[in-house]
């Protein structure tokens, strides 16, 4: 009678964590996208006031990186202060 | 026009002749002739359908309140009678979201670069004068009402 067994095998599936991006535009004012930062996501003034450089300088900024449904209720808090924002999956 | 904080924490505007008051009345046109929906603007690359149905209109109906507050505070002005406009605090954010909308469909429709204005043609030199003012206006909201 041959024997049998059972093999169990864990896997943890991590979900890929999301970035949220905001791009620059001709018209923001720059005090006002700090501004937004601070309100939106609790950020310290320098903080979110270098990542408004950051935007401005380069066209974009993640500003944001976690699980997708914080990122997609940043996404929209960001737009309804009229930012241009995208999210995306983080290359890892 | 006056416009300037008052120390009761508003700010106060008088609308002194008809250019002003055509100024203060174009801020919602302005906003609503933009050529494509803001909601659409604000979300560049793909947008999935869920984000379509359900987070734009919810957006759509934000930008259309901030256009009333500015609407219903514009048709209150009369040359004839004039009285100060107030911008209080609690409406700090309607009317810098409403005049951000005017910005950002006159910016759309002439596409700014940096020509000077007397070499512009007319409508779009009165777009860039507009949207100079509504800038203006912005900062002062922002400065002393928002960041206060």
Known sequence: MPETGTVTRQETSLDVPWNVVVHDDPVNLMGYVTWVFMKVFGYAEPRANRLMMEVHQ???????????????????QLQAFQLKTSMEKTES | MKAAPTLDGRIRIDVESPIDLLAMQSIVPD????????????????????????????LGEGFESQLGCIERAVSSLDLEDPQP???????????????NQARLALEDRHGFTGTPPD??????????????????????????????
Request: zero cysteines; a negative charge; proline letters at 2%.
């Open chain 1, 58 to 76: 380069t066209g974009r900024s993640v500003v944001w990186t976690g699980e997708k449904e914080r990122a997609e209720l940043y996404t929209q």
């Open chain 2, 31 to 58: 906003a609503r002739l933009a050529d494509r929906g803001l909601t659409e603007r604000l979300s560049p690359g793909e947008t999935s359908e869920d984000w379509k149905d359900y987070v734009m209109p919810e």
């Open chain 2, 85 to 99: 406009l107030f911008i209080v605090r609690d409406d700090a954010e309607s009317w810098y979201g409403g005049l």
């Open chain 2, 119 to 148: 070499q512009l043609a007319s409508a779009e030199r009165a777009a860039w004068f507009r949207s100079q003012f509504y800038q203006r206006l912005q900062e002062m909201i922002l400065q002393f009402l928002m960041l206060r």
